[in-house]
């Protein structure tokens, strides 16, 4: 009997032994099986997760940040204990002790499921495990899946610190609001760094994973609330936080930037403008869009930011000095439903939906606002971001509208959506009234770069960025008119001539395969024999055109080729009075050349990229430092800095045009416009029928140019002319940018000497010679100048001209602008007299 029962028991053992032993197996065999051809988890060490871009001014202000998924990657070193304890409570309390795996939290997690028979089917991963789902699986819930994640999870526990895996972790994991990681998250949430987070705040965000989009702290207030208490709960229970700590934060109430308890960290970036879309499109080229939206970089912009508010204000101004000249109404095309209208939070909830420009700063913020009411004498609004307020009524009265033709009730109508400003008493400050405005219909471009470096301190790309992003500076080809004729006079210059050269300003006719062309001067006067500095101050086309045919057009395309201006220009006479077109980016990098005595700038919007170590990956600076690493110069002394840039074009040359495009401002095309307290070299620029307007300019180390005119280029109107649109804004903006880099008289190289000449007839005169018409030439060295030869270009000068007499020049009229202002605009040569090109 005993020993039947001993064989009994036997029995059983050894088949229990064998079942044990055969699960055993069966399990090795799983995960065997699962464990092959699995994801390298080697390649986590190395792990490098996609990261925000952002861009700095040049005092160290972020002013844009680009990314795909919001994330700011932190050390573990560096993500305080508090956080680490929250997720740790909230999703693995058991993280430091198990080995990459829960077995007791899984055993669970199959009893509950088998309980409720699928019904409540929870995960029981750890931390370990979400990063291998995170990073080398797919986030189903098949049991394949789980199998792979244990195996990985038990590999990587051996292959990595539990630090470097929490790292890992609390960087990639994503929760909600577009934000991965806690960085990005405290900041989306609290608009905090992570060591400033109270107790419930890294609750709170340690909420998030279970399900980012279930717990809103909006829309799933209470549901949040009861996730945050439950993980302070658990902070308490593991000894991370005393019963003090954890029933005053549990009493704390749910705060967020969603709610409106903290202001967003957006609001303290400037809204994004054509300067930084640049930068992204430039580096996205550079360095490919994936690294330039994940890599983490650091980009140093060139951007002045006061100068750049100046450009924009500028051009803006003098843009809708144009628009309201032309009094007619466009609004912005958007019309909020009746519906909308029935209540102030209807009407305020549709505006703030509306797709109209909020990025406008000019005499003010610009707001949009909807027509509530259109009634005799004034309309009632309601305004976005602004409350109601008795001393500045959201009314317009019908006087503010007086510069629009028509009817006043049949111009707007009921729930039309318009952009309106504050008016301001200038002397005191006082509101005066709301008024309308829009975003005109023509629009432009201004660039300005310091001349020795390139560095762009100011781009405008438009009237407003969020009205529409297309950059009219960097991607507008546009005619640049007479702004081109300084690389004709350059390549003359260059080639043997001087300004004191005669060419003769008489008609042609040029036989072309599309017929006889006959240019025309834009006054269809002429000046006869005529020294090359009055051709390029009062903008002659006829002398401009003999002049590059003399000099040869290949000898002008090389010229502009090798300014930048074009890639391979074609070779066509009317080129030279600029027809081709280019960008006003490029023109204004070529007259720095001009500026700077003869050497190629490359202009560049970016100082310095850093990656995400902090490692320079480019720098724009092509200067070396002779002694930068000499411990030996003295205090009173600065490291040489050395330029090895290329010449491209003699410095004589340079000085020369420089001088004559100085009387371009003083005395030619420009001279009514521009006033500035010291020394400015410029050319207007206007193409046939005014479609371009143009100036471009520079003192002794900033340049800066303006460009306008409509999207689909037409006709500006007979008034328009770049000294009288482009010249103002270009006025302005210098004015205050002189206030901050100064500026001086144009440095003379050395190899030359002085010569007086008269600027009417180009002789000779004497030392002492002294009048308006007595202007002193730069010359070379060694080479005594030919006075009284004529270039005529191989064409003849024609008799009974109607010539300029001695001093005469363009005929002008005075206007008055819409703002007030004085200006002074000429004649027109008529359609299809001349080419495509330049006028003025």
């Excluded at 028991?9 to 197996?25: D, K, R, V, W």
Aim: aromatic share 10%; glycine share 10%.
């Amino acid at each position: 009997m005993l020993r039947a029962f001993g064989t009994f028991f036997g029995t059983i053992f050894s088949l229990l032994t064998l079942g044990l032993m055969l699960i055993a197996l069966s399990i090795a065999a799983v995960f065997h099986i699962y464990g092959q051809d699995l994801p390298s988890h080697e390649s986590l060490a190395n792990y490098t997760p996609p990261t925000i871009s952002r861009i700095y001014s040049g005092e160290g202000r972020i002013i844009d940040e680009f990314s795909r998924e919001r994330r700011l990657f932190t050390p573990a070193e560096d993500i305080p204990d508090l956080v680490k304890q929250a997720f740790i409570s909230a999703e693995d309390k058991n993280f430091y002790t198990h080995g990459g795996y829960d077995a007791r939290g899984i055993a669970a997690a199959i009893v509950e499921a088998v309980r409720s028979r699928g019904k409540n089917v929870r995960g029981a991963s750890t931390i370990t495990q979400q990063v291998m789902k995170n990073f080398l699986l797919s986030g189903d819930r098949r049991i394949e899946r789980k199998i792979k994640e244990i195996i990985l999870a038990t590999r990587i526990e051996e292959t990595l610190s539990k630090d470097k895996i929490l790292e890992l972790y609390l960087n990639e994991i994503f929760l909600g609001q577009n934000s991965y990681g806690v960085t990005a998250a405290a900041q989306t949430y609290f608009n905090k760094p992570l060591r400033e987070l109270a107790p419930h705040e890294a609750a709170m965000l340690a909420s998030m994973p279970k399900a980012p989009s279930d717990f809103h702290p909006v829309r799933n207030r209470e549901r949040l609330l009861k996730r945050r208490d439950f993980v302070l709960k658990e902070m308490y229970e593991n000894g991370y936080i005393d019963q003090a700590t954890y029933e005053t934060e549990v009493a704390q109430p749910l705060r967020s930037v969603q709610n409106g308890d903290f202001e967003p960290f957006s609001a303290g970036l400037p809204p994004r403008d054509y300067f930084t879309d640049e930068i992204r499109r430039q580096l996205s080229q550079d360095f490919g869009e994936g690294e330039f939206f994940s890599g983490g970089l650091s980009v140093r912009a060139t951007i002045d930011p006061e100068m750049q508010v100046e450009a924009a204000q500028e051009l803006r101004r003098q843009l809708e000095i144009y628009d309201r000249g032309r009094g007619r109404w466009r609004g912005t095309g958007v019309v909020l439903p009746a519906e909308a209208l029935e209540s102030e939070e209807a009407w305020r909830k549709a505006l703030s939906e509306a797709a109209v420009p909020r990025d406008i700063e000019l005499d003010g913020r610009w707001h949009p606002a909807v027509i509530l009411e259109i009634e005799d004498q004034q309309m009632r609004l309601g305004i976005e971001g602004v409350a109601a307020d008795e001393n500045a009524p959201h009314v317009v009265p019908r006087n503010d509208i007086a510069w629009l033709p028509g009817n006043f009730q049949e111009t707007f109508k009921r729930g039309e959506v318009v952009l309106v400003r504050k008016m301001i008493e200038e002397d005191s400050g006082e509101f005066i009234r709301w008024t309308l405005r829009q975003v005109p219909e023509v629009q432009g471009g201004f660039v300005a770069m310091d001349v020795n470096t390139g560095r762009v301190l100011a781009m405008q790309g438009g009237f407003s960025y969020q009205h529409s992003v297309f950059n009219r500076a960097t991607q507008a080809k546009r005619q640049p008119g007479s702004s081109f004729k300084p690389f004709v006079y350059a390549a003359a210059l260059d080639s043997g001539y001087s300004p004191a050269t005669i060419v003769v300003d008489a008609p042609i006719e040029i036989d072309t395969p599309q017929g006889i062309w006959r240019p025309r001067n834009s006054s269809n006067k002429f000046y006869g024999p005529t020294p090359l500095r009055t051709g390029i101050e009062q903008s002659r086309n006829l002398m401009t055109i003999r002049l590059a045919q003399e000099v040869g057009m290949d000898v002008v395309a090389h010229y502009a080729e090798r300014f930048g201006v074009y890639e391979d220009m074609r070779q066509f006479l009317a080129n030279s009075l600029g027809s081709e077109e280019t960008t006003l980016y490029n023109m204004v990098a070529a007259y720095a050349m001009f500026a700077n005595g003869g050497e190629r700038v490359e202009p560049t919007l970016v100082d310095r990229v850093q990656d995400r170590y902090g490692k320079t990956v480019y720098s724009h600076d092509p200067r070396n430092c002779v002694d930068c690493d000499d411990p030996g110069i003295p205090r009173t002394r600065a490291p040489r800095i050395v330029s090895d840039r290329e010449r491209v074009m003699d410095a004589i040359t340079a000085y020369q045009l420089t001088s004559m495009m100085k009387g371009v401002v003083d005395r030619g095309t420009a001279s009514g416009v521009i006033n500035l307290p010291v020394p400015v070299a410029g050319k207007t620029g206007t193409t046939n029928d005014a479609r371009d307007v143009w100036f471009v300019g520079f003192t002794s180390n900033i340049v800066a140019g303006c460009y306008i005119g409509y999207d689909q280029p037409r006709s500006l109107g007979g008034r328009a002319y770049g000294s009288s649109m482009c010249g103002p804004v270009f006025q302005e903006f210098m004015s205050e940018a002189i206030k901050k880099y100064g500026g001086g008289p144009f440095e003379v190289p050395p190899g030359g000497h002085f010569l007086k000449i008269d600027r009417f007839t180009g002789a000779r005169l004497a030392d002492d010679a002294q009048g308006d018409f007595v202007v002193a030439e730069y010359f070379r060295d060694g080479e005594e100048p030919v006075f009284g030869f004529n270039v005529t270009g191989g064409f003849a000068m024609g008799t009974d001209l109607e010539l300029f007499k001695r001093g005469e020049t363009e005929q002008v009229r005075e206007v008055t602008t819409s703002t007030g202002r004085k200006a002074t605009v000429g004649g027109k040569a008529s359609f299809g007299s001349m080419s495509s090109g330049g006028l003025y």
